[in-house]
């Protein structure tokens, strides 16, 4: 290994360590946060400290090749001192973080450490499943913010991880085919410096892995109501609990809202089956950080864009209930859709017509190329008249006959013609400004109407 660190008495000091770790789990089973949360009992267990909270960053939400929510992991730990902040528990004992440096890890314990993680990976991922390529990376320095944005907007590229890695003489290990490596380094190099928020997961007893959840709805809604800090909790229009995950993975229920002490309360609202304890994540989660403004001709697949545009086509519905509508800016046109998931989203969609101005928001979807909408700002809407009467004959004074359609008016008495009806603008239903997709479509990165 090539060693650039702090030298004292010729021996390797660094003062933090940053892991990483993704794509541990499977769509049948696992999850890389409890590997986290496994992991920070071991390192507690060794003496280590936790500094500040564990990170769960989300990535590019359109790669073809995530498991789910495309979620990694990171954690930093030293030797602390002062005071300290709790960020979960186990088994009823409070798991905490701290944040001042009290003194280095030597060379041997950043190698314990990677020891550690090794084991704990090894023990948990999932990697007789075809698609899960675990990785983790230990650095000492976390990389550039720009790999974070790469990561959570475009298509990285292992050999560039790679090289980085090396040359941040960073200790790691990927995998089968080492994909996990990209999230695992790119968690690291997230800083949440603009926006960030919190998730408070829970995790079950082990023997209740795979069978049915209990968490009581009602319990959910009046946290939802109570604690005005947290979001997308409950879908009450679509009656679907949005705290719980569908998968047979470890975890109870998730919250997320703004504060950690927020959270805390809202857990002790919720009623459900027993639990083994919960960890508190700073999260990229519902911060919009996937989204990049792009004008038509510069869209490509896999990127989440804003684009401004004119509606060119209207609305239509299509089998299994998809609408779908195309934009034009100057550059070129788009389709845009709001698929069947997306529910009464869909019902605004549809009262678009030809003229209206919109900002899409949206995930790019390749084969056709198309923005699958998270929310929408109608800037401005064309007025739509509607026809009242037939035009009065202007020397007769008389109601003019039709000629049939799309051929215009005659008088009946004097021959003159016309081309238009009398009209009035008709009220349109929608009004300017932003809609979002419900609670029960919406992605982890989206930015709720309620944060914005
Ligand atoms: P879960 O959220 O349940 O943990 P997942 O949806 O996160 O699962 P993973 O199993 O982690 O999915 O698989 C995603 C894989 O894609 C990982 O190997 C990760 O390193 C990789 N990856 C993430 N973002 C990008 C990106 N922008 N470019 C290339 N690969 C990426």
């Not at 800016?329 to 030809?354: M, S």
Request: hydrophobic share 30%; net charge positive; with cysteine.
């Amino acid at each position: 290994m090539k060693l650039k660190y702090c030298f004292y008495n010729n021996v390797l000091r660094v003062n933090i360590i940053w892991i990483g770790i993704d794509d541990t789990d499977s769509v049948s089973g696992g999850c890389t946060t409890y590997v986290i949360y496994s992991l920070i009992q071991k390192l507690v267990e060794q003496e280590y400290d936790i500094i500040g909270y564990p990170r769960l960053v989300r990535l590019n939400p359109n790669i073809p090749w995530k498991t789910r929510g495309n979620g990694a992991l990171a954690l930093q730990i030293g030797r602390s001192i002062g005071k300290t902040i709790r960020i979960g528990s186990t088994h009823n004992q409070n798991i905490v973080a701290c944040s001042i440096l009290k003194k280095d890890l030597s060379s041997s314990e950043y190698t314990a450490v990677k020891s550690l993680v090794q084991s704990i990976i090894e023990r948990y991922a999932k990697t007789d499943d075809q698609n899960t390529n675990p990785g983790f990376v230990l650095l000492n320095k976390k990389p550039s913010q720009r790999l974070y944005t790469t990561a959570v907007q475009e298509i990285v590229h292992l050999t560039d991880v790679v090289s980085l890695l090396k040359s941040h003489d960073a200790l790691y290990k990927g995998y089968k085919n080492k994909r996990g490596l990209i999230g695992a380094t790119a968690a690291i190099a997230w800083s949440p410096r603009s926006d960030k928020t919190f998730e408070l997961i829970t995790y079950r007893e082990q023997d209740r892995w795979g069978t049915k959840r209990i968490v009581d709805n009602d319990s959910v809604q009046q946290m939802d109501k109570a604690c005005t800090n947290t979001f997308d909790n409950y879908d009450y229009t679509n009656k679907h609990n949005r705290l719980v995950p569908h998968s047979p993975c470890p975890i109870l229920y998730g919250i997320r809202g703004e504060h950690p002490t927020d959270l805390i309360s809202a857990k002790s609202m919720i009623i459900s089956e027993q639990t083994m304890g919960f960890l508190l994540f700073e999260t990229n989660q519902g911060t919009d950080d996937h989204l990049q403004k792009k004008t038509i001709q510069d869209i490509q697949p896999y990127q989440s864009v804003i684009v401004s545009g004119t509606v060119v086509s209207p609305p239509r519905t299509i089998p299994g209930g998809h609408v779908l509508f195309s934009i034009d800016d100057a550059t070129g046109t788009i389709d845009c859709a709001a698929y069947e998931p997306t529910k009464q989203f869909r019902n605004v969609i549809r009262e678009l017509t030809i003229g209206d101005r919109v900002d899409v928001y949206g995930g790019v979807r390749e084969q056709p190329i198309t923005v699958n909408l998270e929310k929408i700002n109608i800037r401005s809407l064309i007025q739509i008249r509607e026809k009242t009467e037939n035009p009065v004959c202007s020397r007769c004074g008389k109601h003019m006959k039709s000629r049939g359609t799309n051929q215009g008016y005659k008088c009946k008495r004097c021959g003159t013609t016309k081309n238009k009806p009398k009209t009035k603008p008709r009220k349109r239903s929608i009004k300017t400004g932003f809609y979002e997709v419900p609670v029960c479509a919406r992605r982890h990165l989206s930015k709720p109407l309620k944060r914005m």
